[in-house]
């Protein structure tokens, strides 16, 4: 007869509920993802306690190195990275807790390494740990890696866990990412896997949800009887560095719109879930996707710009243009500017229209949702003499200001009845006054929680590229040379053409 | 970092108030960029002699603090009000991020002030925003005082060497407010890691068998310990017995159903820093689990029935004092919901 475990009455209360004891196996281990983010997240939450109670980390990568060379790459990588200094003692256990195994990800006596080790790490704990394998690889190696390791039996196992992470890009358009779920699939099962977005664990974006479905001010608004239109905005100052060979085969597009934008989109969007359990809410969110009409081949010249920034002038110095990079191909049509109109057929959205843009090399770095409400259908104030009347706009600042801003219009002091647009603003940083722990803190110990609710799911990721399918399909139609914008300026003239009756964009 | 500040003596709340809208106003016309914190307000009230302490304490809390600080100095013999108010801003000089503004007053006092001392803090505090109290160095009446416009007392029961009249006085706060306990912060990464320990299926039930605890602490932190006595007793459902105290260490008996759980506190002189020195968690199969301070967290050593032992490390940087201050602001803002049955437990303890 099975025994029902009693739940343990010593979590009530905890802001950190226990994690079962993880090894987390990290494959790419000596790659930038690794180093910039992943070491120095796992560090972050061993210093605040929050990793489990035992914890240990596999490295695997092709660099031949013994475990002492990976620990002082990592010890490096943390102490560079770290959002905090880090505290000695707690490093140096961390790095005790580390093993490497070098070999390339094709290789069966990597396999074998690793499962040794883990067993290994189990047998010396007496218990059986989750494991929680991340691939934080080039995407090419994906399906060799979730093979390889269920060939190896390593895909499952009897009283723990295992999980499987999967860094973006989740394929290049819908029959790349359906053959990647295949894939995986075919040896995990979905609720094994955990496709990561880091948009997902930003604070703001997650406050998005408490904000809609927090508050009953905002509900009675969010639909197209008051809602004019909504733009989501990822503008980057920077250029593309030194992401050239990856960037040049993705562009704007792939790289921003059809995961992080979409994602955005989808928890706008969406209708409050039953619960806040990962499958409520995500299928709340793939009903917005499916709800979205994508653009015909004929309608993309209609509702999607797409261009290139030229040279220009950032933060204060002479930049080359997008085809004078190192790296890009001559002659690229790899658009670093998409902006696009697209609508959400519902009840609650029809006829609503839905802008996004992103870019590399605008005149700011900024990342926003703004929804514009109806104006009111009657002004009895004198217009002469007021500063431009504008309908009232909810921001929420994804970043680099963390936060909500409504815009109200407001008297201006004074004997006449003129009137001008003010805000109201919440700033995390006024009312918090402490530092957002970094997205991958938060996922990374979301996938040991095993907790999916911030994670895309397989129906979600081909959905999104059902979306963005038609419009790659049209531009590999036309290869012609890209609209160019001048870099550190706003974007291409040409975005402005996909508005609907008199709209505008933001500025940035 | 900008600071604007303003003086007066012989002053009254009304002045103050009227020069912090001013400094703000001021503030503001200069830079859009510059938003005063809205967080909460923290009433500190101090001996004159430890002002300086006190300031070097909150400068140190890191990440948590304050919005708006209303430092009571408390001077023997004075009958006048001396303040003065700054507010400074945490700009980078980025002009594309905002500046975020702190906001303190301070205000030299007299015993006498303390009476009334919600008269005189009333301007001065932000509405809407949660007000906490904080007397470090006694001054129950300064805290008596304000019960109509705290909604928080932040305290350390540590403070006090009678444990007993610790905990009376914290149960007699809890009628009006919440309170927010130092000690009990201490013991936080002792109770998430008892909790991860016993979280596994495999040792969840052993959680039914504990019948012994012992707990050792630093000699001035004898209330940690029973804290965390009081923690385990309400949330595992024992009936608490008597604790005793015998040269300076504490020990007594609670039932878990039809068994008896052994607990005792043993002071260790060596610790260095207030709180917990470490936690053994005795099973009736004879199992045992020891939890205790070490170098980047605490030295966890597991024995089984059979002899087999296991020792690892749980991770974890020490906050420090500072950041335990730090952390109690920030539980300001939020509620737990074990600390009541916890310290009613204690009480029952050493009644």
């Known amino acids: 007869m099975a025994t029902v475990q009693q739940e343990n009455p010593l979590t009530e209360g905890l802001e950190r509920t226990p994690v079962h004891p993880t090894t987390l196996i990290i494959f790419g281990a000596t790659g930038d993802l690794a180093q910039r983010k992943l070491l120095p997240a796992v560090y972050n939450l061993a210093h605040e306690g929050a990793l489990p109670e035992r914890f240990n980390l596999i490295g695997i990568a092709r660099t031949d190195q013994e475990h002492d060379e990976y620990r002082s790459f990592a010890q490096e990588a943390i102490q560079k990275y770290s959002r905090r200094t880090p505290d000695e003692a707690v490093l140096s256990s961390l790095l005790d807790r580390m093993r490497y195994v070098p070999g390339s990800f094709d290789d069966p006596a990597a396999y074998e390494s690793i499962e040794s080790i883990a067993k290994e790490l189990d047998d010396e704990a007496g218990m059986a740990f989750n494991r929680v394998f991340y691939l934080a690889t080039a995407p090419s190696f994906f399906e060799t890696i979730a093979e390889a390791l269920g060939q190896r039996g390593l895909d499952r196992r009897e009283n723990a866990e295992v999980r499987l992470v999967v860094e973006k890009p989740f394929g290049h358009d819908l029959e790349s990412a359906r053959q990647l779920n295949r894939a995986l699939l075919s040896v995990f099962e979905e609720r094994q896997i955990y496709r990561i977005d880091h948009y997902l664990g930003k604070e703001t974006v997650q406050n998005a949800l408490v904000l809609r479905f927090g508050n009953g001010i905002f509900e009675p608004l969010w639909n197209r009887s008051y809602i004019d239109n909504v733009q989501i905005t990822a503008a980057e100052d920077i250029g593309i560095g030194t992401r050239a060979e990856y960037y040049d085969r993705s562009g704007a597009l792939r790289d921003i719109v059809q995961n992080h934008l979409l994602q955005l989109l989808t928890i706008l969007a969406m209708e409050p879930p039953v619960s806040f359990s990962a499958d409520e809410v995500r299928n709340e969110k793939v009903k917005v996707l499916h709800a979205i009409n994508p653009p015909t081949l004929e309608e993309v010249t209609q509702r999607v710009v797409r261009a290139q920034y030229a040279s220009g002038v950032a933060e204060g110095k002479d930049v080359p243009g997008y085809l004078e990079e190192q790296g890009v191909a001559s002659g690229s049509t790899t658009e670093t500017y998409v902006a696009l109109r697209l609508g959400i057929d519902n009840w609650r959205w029809a006829g609503v229209p839905i802008y996004m843009r992103a870019g590399k090399r605008l005149s700011r770095r900024v990342t926003e949702i703004a929804v514009t409400l109806k104006p009111v259908p009657h002004l009895a104030f004198q217009e002469s003499g007021s500063l431009g009347v504008r309908p009232n706009q909810l921001i929420l600042n994804v970043q680099p200001n963390e936060g909500v801003s409504l815009s109200l219009v407001a008297k201006i002091p004074g004997a006449r009845m003129r009137v001008r647009p003010v805000n109201m603003e919440f700033a995390y940083g006024t009312s918090f006054m402490s530092q957002s722990p970094e997205a991958y803190e938060r996922l990374i110990l979301d996938t040991m929680r095993g907790d999916a609710t911030l994670f895309a799911r397989d129906d979600e990721v081909e959905a999104a590229w059902g979306i963005v399918d038609p419009i790659l399909e049209a531009w590999s139609q036309d290869g012609g040379p890209l609209p160019q914008y001048a870099a550190g300026s706003p974007g291409p003239a040409e975005a402005d053409e996909i508005l609907l009756d008199g709209a505008e964009w933001r500025a940035l | ?351």
């Open chain 2, 1 to 351: 970092m900008t600071v604007e500040v303003w003086a007066a003596e012989n002053t009254t709340p009304a002045d103050i108030d009227s020069a912090l809208r001013h400094l703000l106003e001021e503030q503001h016309g200069r830079g859009e960029g510059l938003a005063p914190a809205r967080v909460l307000n923290m009433v500190a009230v101090v001996d004159a002699s430890w002002r300086g302490e006190v300031l070097n304490r909150l400068e140190r809390v890191g990440r948590y603090h304050p919005s708006r600080t209303v430092l009571c100095a408390v001077e023997d013999g004075r009958t006048t009000l001396d303040a003065s108010a700054r507010l400074s801003g945490d700009g980078t000089g980025d002009p594309s991020l905002i500046s975020v503004v702190e906001e303190r007053v301070d205000i030299r006092m007299g015993p006498s002030h303390l009476k009334r001392l919600d008269a005189i803090v009333d301007p001065l505090i932000v509405s809407d925003l949660i007000t906490v109290v904080w007397a470090p160095h006694g001054h129950h009446d300064a805290i008596e005082a304000m019960r109509g416009l705290a909604d928080v007392v932040l305290l350390d029961s540590a403070d006090d060497p009678n444990p007993s009249r610790a905990i009376s006085w914290v149960c007699r706060l809890q009628e009006h407010c919440y309170v927010v306990d130092l000690a009990w912060l201490r013991g936080t990464p002792w109770r998430e890691r008892i909790a991860a320990t016993f979280d596994p299926d495999q040792w969840r039930l052993a959680l039914r068998q504990i019948s012994k605890i012992v707990i050792r602490h630093r000699p001035d932190s004898a209330i940690s310990g029973i804290l965390m006595l009081g923690w385990l007793t309400s949330r595992l459902g024992w009936t608490p017995g008597s604790l005793v105290e015998e040269g300076g260490r504490h020990h007594g008996r609670a039932r878990a159903g039809k068994v008896e759980v052994g607990l005792r506190l043993e002071p260790v002189p060596d610790l260095s820093a207030p709180g917990l020195g470490g936690i053994t968690v005795e099973t009736s199969d004879g199992s045992t689990l020891s939890l205790d301070r070490s170098q980047g967290g605490l030295a966890a050593k597991r024995t089984t029935r059979d002899g087999r032992e296991s020792s690892w490390v749980v991770l974890g940087a020490s906050r420090g004092e500072a950041g335990i201050l730090g952390e109690g602001i920030r539980q300001a803002l939020l509620r737990d919901p074990t600390y009541g049955p916890a310290i009613r437990c204690a009480g029952k303890m050493l009644s």
